[in-house]
Nanobody, 119 residues
């Protein structure tokens, strides 16, 4: 099973984008869905997460501007990151991540989608 992230692009300061992440097959025992991002020269950072129960959490830098959600009606996993009021500091490659339940679960990663916010 692979994850495919999409939706990145070039947007102006204050603009919006919606990132999507879809799995190529069924992933069982999903624990947490997350979006990470990595800017040039920086470590990958956690942006937003949603648990199997639906609880969400966000980094302070995106709280109030980004929303993570999933489409539970689909057999294959579909998750999204709605981004609003984008800033140049949000420029990064965004990665989706699926964590299976422990013990023995694994992490799945998407290939990344580039978001560029121009000032």
């Amino acid at each position: 099973v692979q994850l495919q992230a999409s939706g990145g692009g070039l947007v102006q300061d204050g603009g919006s984008l919606r990132l999507s992440c879809r799995s190529s097959g069924i992933i069982f025992d999903v624990n947490t869905l997350s979006w990470y991002r990595q800017s040039p020269g920086k470590q990958r950072e956690l942006v937003a997460s949603i648990t199997r129960e639906g609880f969400t959490s966000y980094s302070d830098s995106v709280k109030g501007r980004f929303i993570i959600f999933r489409d539970k009606s689909s057999v294959n996993l579909q998750m999204y990151l709605q981004m609003t009021s984008l800033k140049p500091a949000d420029t990064a490659v965004y990665y989706c991540n699926v964590e299976q339940r422990p013990p023995g679960g694994r992490d799945y990663w998407g290939q990344g989608t580039l978001v560029t916010v121009s000032s």
